[in-house]
């Protein structure tokens, strides 16, 4: 497609809708520019969370996310679930719909987890043709959002920045792309996030993807519990130099905190685009210091599937 974003517009920035906000939301209909729901908690409830829904989708843009297509699965695409999807989209007038390069289960069982992909040639070629599926199917571009990863296939032949960028060439789908799961996956597998923000095809991305996460020590695992660190700030804001801007979301999914404290932590994006000063290179220095690992050694943490599992009520 000759046009930039794939023809969405940049939304601004928004907040992820969480139950915990939603009086909040009602009541005071906060100057927030635009929410992203989790797909699967509402395709299928005509109870009170899409009745907020449909309430808020009248007063803001609402973008989906979804956490069970499974478009990496050797499984056959789940029919049912992409009709029950399209249907969400069509009602709350969904800008854009997205989810994960993964695999979220094999012979019908869900792990409620986003697994990784080979990096290959036969696994481009079969991601591809599903996502041109799903495309028609849903009669719109499909927005794909690169995971945080805990391990790598010793099979894989390309880093995830060039299967990315050629699974868009193929097949014209957008990129969410997800910075402090770079910043993740880059501490996890030792790889150059810049180089990953500098490599990846600049005009599909329609959305970026903002959060916290657990540093372990050894490793980091992506919990959407906190504040976003300086060195992700730092990739955003390169990154943005790339763009010149595109829509932009802050996920805060577990120990979630009253929704001006999340809106805020958003909206200091601003500092980083609007002033633009210059980017220092991401450093994980300060990811792994002494404190920092006792801190970690301290806290007690659930499976990563428990953080990426959609919040189904």
Not at 175 to 190: F, G, I
Not at 206 to 224: F, K, R, S, Y
Not at 267 to 291: H, N, R, V, W
Not at 294 to 301: D, G, S, W, Y
Request: hydrophobic share 40%.
């Amino acid at each position: 497609m000759s046009s930039p974003r794939l023809g969405h517009p940049h939304l601004g920035l928004g907040v992820g809708l969480r139950s915990r906000h939603y009086a909040h939301i009602l009541r005071e209909e906060p100057a927030v520019d635009w929410f992203e729901i989790i797909s699967e908690n509402y395709m299928d409830s005509q109870g009170r969370p899409r009745y907020v829904l449909d309430q808020i989708a009248e007063r803001y843009p609402i973008v989906m996310h979804g956490v069970s297509l499974s478009i990496g699965s050797a499984d056959s695409l789940n029919w049912d679930y992409l009709d029950r999807l399209k249907k969400l989209a069509v009602g709350v007038n969904a800008r854009w719909v997205s989810d994960h390069l993964c695999w979220t289960g094999i012979a019908g069982k869900n792990t409620h987890d986003l697994l990784p992909v080979p990096l290959t040639e036969e696994t481009l070629s079969h991601v591809a043709d599903r996502v041109r599926i799903v495309q028609d199917i849903l009669e719109r571009p499909l927005v794909l959002e690169n995971p945080s990863s805990y391990v790598t296939f010793a099979c894989s032949t390309m880093p995830e920045w060039e299967f990315l960028s050629r699974l868009c060439e193929q097949t014209d789908c957008g990129l969410l792309l997800d910075v402090n799961n770079v910043y993740v996956s880059a501490y996890n597998h030792d790889f150059d996030p810049e180089e990953y923000i500098d490599s990846v095809p600049h005009d599909r991305i329609v959305q970026v993807h903002l959060a916290g996460h657990t540093n372990m020590g050894t490793h980091c695992i992506d919990t959407h519990d906190g504040r976003v660190i300086d060195p992700v700030w730092a990739l955003y804001q390169r990154l943005h130099q790339h763009t010149s801007g595109v829509s932009t979301l802050l996920e805060w999914d577990a120990n979630i905190p009253e929704f001006p404290i999340v809106h805020a932590e958003v909206l200091k994006a601003k500092q980083y685009t609007e002033a633009l000063p210059t980017a220092s290179k991401t450093s994980f220095a300060g990811e792994s210091d002494a404190s920092g690992r006792e801190e970690a050694a301290q806290t007690v943490l659930p499976h990563p599937a428990v953080m990426v599992a959609a919040e189904v009520e």
